[in-house]
């Protein structure tokens, strides 16, 4: 028997289909024999009634108004929806589901607000849960500091929550479901050619992530990191194992072209930056920047701060062309592919 967290993202979360595709997940884990902890996020994106950025715009419209306590109190509203109604659909199939918020399940956090960190879990109110039969679904997201007040853990943050819920509870899996089967070496709508990977170490994964690569929060890798904790990066969509995110293992060695991530700039344009393997950077910098040559005037030369990264930020008009380009470049030239 298994400790698995399942942590489900906005897309799973987002219409009456995909919430039947995971109710369908929870109860194929529970048939198998193993416990279950679900971590949920808001459901949509901005323009869905409860998505993180809906709830926020409603602050704007009164300007200077807004301290962090309010914007991290509204913000955290759209995973208690979320939780409230997940575990209503588990119930509803004859399951024992039980919402919890952080509070609720005993998650504490410091730091700044919108960028706390979680603090240690009081894994009481859980182990309780799961030794009735619940299968607690849990706000991911935010935490509680000491003085009571929710503090959210950046966008992403559902990540690490299930991340540190999982290295409180000494869980055997995070299964971080997404829109997409995996980690991918690209986003592969923008590179369509761009191949999931079965594998990837910690230390690649948090860099991809840390660099822009939006399949997982970069946090969340890191802490899995420090805590030894295995993710599994699945989609709701299909059945598929996933990516297995975990610790070097000397018959899986990474890439030397680890990925290209791509976020978009505050300026309006995007940023792209190729990460490549430790001590593998002078080579693929030399290859990235060789290509971008004749972008001059459209691809600026960007600062990663990582000697192993070489980033480009690019006008919205270009960017797809130029990340397609740079990819086949980085392949063929690192696996003569």
Request: proline share 4%.
């Amino acid at each position: 028997m298994a400790l698995i967290v399942q942590k489900f993202g906005g897309t799973s979360l987002a219409d009456p289909a995909s919430r039947e595709l995971l109710a369908s997940k929870v109860l194929k884990t529970l048939e198998a024999g193993d416990k279950l902890i679900l971590v949920v996020s808001a459901m949509g994106r901005r323009g869905d009634p409860y998505a993180t950025d809906t709830l926020l715009d409603l602050l704007d419209q009164y300007p200077g108004g807004a301290d962090g306590l309010s914007r991290d109190l509204i913000a955290s509203c759209g995973e208690a929806i979320s939780a409230c109604l997940v575990a209503t659909l588990l119930n509803s199939k004859g399951l024992k589901a039980l919402p919890m918020t952080a509070s609720s399940a005993g998650i504490s956090a410091a730091g700044d607000f919108q960028d706390a960190n979680p603090g240690n879990i009081d894994t009481s109110k859980l182990r309780k849960a799961l030794d009735e039969g619940d299968v607690p679904v849990v706000t991911g997201f935010q935490g509680i500091d000491a003085l009571g007040r929710v503090l959210t853990l950046g966008r992403g943050g559902s990540d690490t929550s299930a991340v540190a819920i999982a290295g409180a509870l000494g869980a055997d899996f995070v299964d971080i479901y997404k829109d997409v089967p995996g980690v991918a070496k690209a986003d592969p709508r923008l590179i369509p050619k761009a191949q999931f990977m079965k594998f990837l170490d910690y230390d690649s994964m948090f860099r991809l992530a840390r660099h822009g690569a939006r399949v997982l929060h970069d946090k969340s890798a890191d802490l899995a990191r420090k805590l030894g904790i295995r993710i599994r990066v699945r989609s709701t969509f299909d059945d598929g194992p996933g990516t297995l995110i975990g610790p070097s293992d000397s018959q899986a060695a990474p890439a030397d072209f680890l990925g290209l991530s791509s976020s978009p700039n505050k300026e309006g344009g995007m940023k792209l930056v190729a990460v490549f393997a430790s001590g593998k950077g002078f080579r693929g910098r030399r290859i990235a920047e060789s290509f971008a040559e004749s972008w001059i005037g459209k691809a600026e030369s960007l600062d990663t701060g990582d000697a192993d990264a070489c980033g480009f930020l690019l006008p919205q008009d270009s960017y797809r062309e130029f990340a397609l380009g740079l990819f086949d470049v980085l392949e063929t030239g690192f696996n003569g592919s």
